[in-house]
């Protein structure tokens, strides 16, 4: 886990040191915002509280900082792994479905925090209900929030908060990203909120998606007001694109995904994002069509030629008024 620990008194360049109590944690040379991130692997999975002091050119060591607190939360580790369609596995204690197409590459699982999707065109779901215009690997949570006959939804208005690290495969020239599916051809998703669609009783698309436009990572949110048809042909749906990287993302590097949401159309409604430690989302408004949702891990697209391959580590989902803390491993 990665703790950021700001330094508001430190010049850049100085000095500083991190102490938790009486043990010093770090000592290193300050960046131009006065602030780094402190790797906290060697310590216990509770809250601890740090303070700070640095020193000039001339040896001079300010008084401590303000005491700060951060919470060391373990990742959970990925166990009773299967790779077939309709069974299910644990992610810490959270249960999930597999929905691919079964093929040996479909879904792996490199080591305990890892996950590896990939998709050929033609990849439905093995389960059936996929038509030949997407392809699919997925994994579905069936365990968070109230349980139902096919597995769980969050209710509408509760506090989420996930955490975890996505990394594209190269599968073009030179060791390049190629995603032919976009905005004005189809779409890509990396991860999704997934609407209870029996509750709504219409099939809906995703009211918040981590996606690819391209070779560009994106996020947008949809909603629609109380009693509006939340349908994709549905003049009430509204959907937002609330960002998109300006930087084609790089194949084999991992990003820090963390979003904090409530998914409310009738008041109280937010989405936060941050990519790498970078606040990219601050969205307050009307979020999602009044049902329940459920979490989604995996790829889904429009059918496409190019064979695509994704990596998901460190998963972290929780409900409820706390939200989690930086999950980030280097």
């Not at 809250?47 to 951060?70: E, I, K, L």
């Not at 975890?164 to 189809?186: D, H, I, K, L």
């Not at 981590?210 to 007001?225: E, K, P, T």
């Not at 009693?227 to 003049?235: A, F, I, K, Q």
Request: hydrophobic content about 35%.
């Amino acid at each position: 886990m990665t703790i950021m620990i700001p330094l508001i008194f430190a010049l850049a360049g100085s000095v500083a040191n991190i102490s938790s109590g009486s043990t010093s944690l770090d000592t290193r040379i300050v960046d131009a915002g006065g602030s780094w991130n402190l790797l906290a692997e060697g310590l216990s999975d509770d809250t601890h509280s740090f303070a700070g002091t640095h020193s000039n050119m001339a040896d001079n060591t300010s008084a401590a900082s303000q005491p700060v607190s951060r919470t060391r939360t373990v990742v959970p580790s990925i166990t009773s792994f299967s790779a077939k369609p309709q069974t299910r596995f644990l992610i810490g204690g959270d249960s999930y479905l597999v929905e691919t197409a079964g093929k040996s590459y479909s879904l792996t699982n490199p080591d305990p925090q890892t996950l590896r999707f990939e998709v050929h065109q033609g990849d439905n779901w093995a389960a059936g209900g996929d038509g030949s215009y997407c392809d699919r690997s997925e994994i579905q949570n069936q365990s968070t929030g109230v349980a139902t006959s096919w597995g769980a939804f969050i209710p509408p208005g509760t506090p989420i908060g996930m955490a975890y690290q996505f990394m594209v495969e190269a599968n073009g020239p030179n060791g390049s990203f190629v995603n032919t599916q976009n905005r004005s051809n189809g779409w890509f998703v990396v991860g999704q909120m997934h609407n209870d669609d029996i509750a709504s009783g219409v099939g809906t698309s995703p009211p918040f998606a981590v996606q690819m436009d391209g070779d560009h990572l994106q996020i947008v949110a949809r909603y629609v007001l109380p009693g509006g048809n939340p349908s994709n042909s549905s003049p009430a749906l509204r959907m937002i694109t609330l960002w998109t990287d300006p930087t084609p993302i790089t194949p084999g590097v991992y990003k820090d995904i963390r979003a904090q949401a409530n998914f409310s159309n009738s008041g109280g409604g937010y989405l936060d994002v941050w990519i790498n430690g970078s606040q990219v989302v601050n969205y307050r408004g009307p979020l999602g069509y009044g049902q329940g949702t459920y979490w989604e891990y995996g790829i889904y697209r429009s059918s496409a030629p190019e064979t695509t391959a994704v990596h998901y580590r460190n998963l972290m989902l929780t409900i409820g008024p706390s939200a989690p803390v930086s999950s980030r491993r280097p």
